[in-house]
């Protein structure tokens, strides 16, 4: 009687974990897995312009996809843009928390400003910079110019438009990763810092062999989450330029929009989604077989 009473309460303590469980996993069902689902099927098929299935093609998007060098040069700027953006996002964002990371008075409105742009919007963000980028009257040329330094034309020039997306991109995840590392600085025992100071180490030879070692699993976390978020950048190139001039910010995530919503290709589109998949999936996995070896935890 005992084991058919605990198995009956173990049942009903399950029904009602499934019970909580259930608005999650509805929502869960209805925002991933079916759009999950439905672009592997979109992604074997060929669809009209209303995206209604006009033909099954198997696997030939994907092989179309793979043989198309439109889809490598996307790869490339991807990856470049990866790159650009979030090796300098993490070193800008560790350098500010850093040197906000002490009790001196005004350091407050420091970190304020530092992780002010978390609550600015890609819209905004994006408007902000392109007033900044303007040929003429942005503020970037005119500082170049007091610097008898020519006209650089940011948006308009294959050379430069990477760049600047990129500078922005930058200056966006600025305010999320500065408040992490913070975070992960303000972890560390000051109990350390005084033992490095009585033991004669200087405070760079401190915060390089001793407090970064302490802040590889916050530098970790920080990594994983700027490549997978460099990966789905859309808004700022979406705004400031299209994915030109001469598809020289046209990175995977806009190629899918300009294939899927603009040419009405939903199959190819959702070709490409699942390659992405699969491409952040194998580098998130890389990065975890990889570097975690290197994580310190304490």
Known sequence: ????????KKWEENILAYLFLAPSLVLFAAFLFYPMVKSVYLSMTLTDPRGRVVEFVGFDNFIDLLASGQFYSNLKVTL???????????????FLAAITHNKLRGMKIFQFIFSLPIVISVGTGSIIWFLL????????????????????????????????ISLLTVWMNMGFLFIVLSSGLQGVPEEIYESAKIDGSSPMRTFIQIVL?????????????????????????????????????????????????????????????LVLFVIIMILTVVQFKVLEKKVHYQ
């Open 80 to 94: 470049l843009f990866i790159l650009f953006t979030v090796p300098t996002s993490i070193v800008w964002s560790l």
């Open 213 to 273: 070692p302490l802040l590889s699993p916050t530098i970790f976390f920080a990594l994983i989450v700027s490549v997978i978020g460099a990966f789905q950048a859309f808004g700022q190139i979406h705004i400031l330029t299209k994915g030109g001039p001469m598809n020289s910010t046209n990175v995977i995530v806009y190629s899918i929009y300009q294939d899927a919503f603009v040419n009405f290709r939903f199959g190819i589109g959702s070709a490409q989604a």
């Open 1 to 8: 009687m005992a084991s058919v009473s605990a198995r009956k």
């Open 133 to 164: 980028f303007h040929p003429t009257a942005g503020m970037l040329n005119y500082f170049l110019s007091i610097a008898h330094i020519d006209p650089i034309p940011w948006l308009t020039s294959p050379s430069w438009a990477l760049v600047s």
